[in-house]
């Protein structure tokens, strides 16, 4: 497997409904940033958690992380058709700052 | 809020042909990133950039790429002669660290080369 696996692939729910996306890695790492992707555009940050943290909250995300088993999720409540994106997970594994980005997941929110 | 911002939007280029990506990094960054999403795949590291000079290089970042910060503000991406597998979106990145990692690194809108 790849530094920076997502899961699953792609997800369509319901406006209102909870969204959950999974990224495992296999390196230590200093942090794991999670960033959004509207179709053809730029990347935008969401949120970053430290390699020492657990879980940090920002709005409607929660992203914890459990590097006993290398992985972390991405969790949007409540749902918007507006969230429609693809989400990334992304590495720091060094010390220059380069992120490993995984596959991404396709997210559609369905009005 | 400050941004990145990248120029042009879309370049379109002859096989073979030099081009410049242009980025203006967000003032205050110490740390400069150069990234590629080839269409439909997911978004690959290309070089890292600071203090004038480049920290880490992938292996797509071969003699053909080079990278420059003329002034106090601008950093730029030169692909001396395009290939048509360089056909990508290609981000900037800055982050403010003084360490390079453990920052959040801030992206800009791409710029989308095609080369013909």
């Known amino acids: 497997s790849q530094q920076g696996e997502e899961d699953p692939q792609a997800l369509s729910i319901q406006e209102g409904e909870n969204a959950t996306m999974n990224c495992s890695y296999k390196t230590s790492i200093n942090n794991l940033q999670w960033y959004r992707q509207n179709s053809g555009r730029g990347l935008v940050h969401l949120i970053l958690i430290r390699s020492n943290e657990r879980e940090k909250h920002s709005g409607r995300l929660r992203v914890t992380l459990d590097t006993s088993k290398k992985s972390s999720s991405l969790l949007i409540t409540a749902s918007r058709a507006a969230d429609t994106a693809s989400y990334f997970c992304a590495t720091d594994v060094g010390d220059t700052g380069k992120l490993i980005f995984g596959q991404g997941t396709t997210l559609q929110v369905k009005p | 809020e400050p941004e990145v911002t990248q120029t042009p939007s879309h370049q379109v280029t002859q096989m073979g042909q030099e081009v410049i990506l242009r980025c203006v990094p967000i003032s205050n960054h110490l740390y400069f990133y150069w990234y590629r999403q080839i269409l439909g795949q997911k978004v690959e590291f290309l070089v890292s950039?600071?203090?004038?000079?480049?920290?880490?290089k992938s292996e797509i970042f071969d003699d053909q790429f080079s990278v420059e910060r003329p002034d106090g503000s601008n950093f730029t991406l030169k692909i001396r002669s395009t290939k048509l597998e360089d056909s990508a979106m290609y981000f900037c990145?800055?982050?403010?660290?003084?360490?390079?990692?453990?920052?959040?690194?801030?992206f800009g809108p791409g710029t989308r080369l095609l080369v013909l």
């Open positions: 990145a800055s982050s403010k660290g003084t360490s390079g990692s453990q920052e959040t690194q801030y």
């Open positions: 950039f600071y203090n004038n000079e480049i920290s880490e």
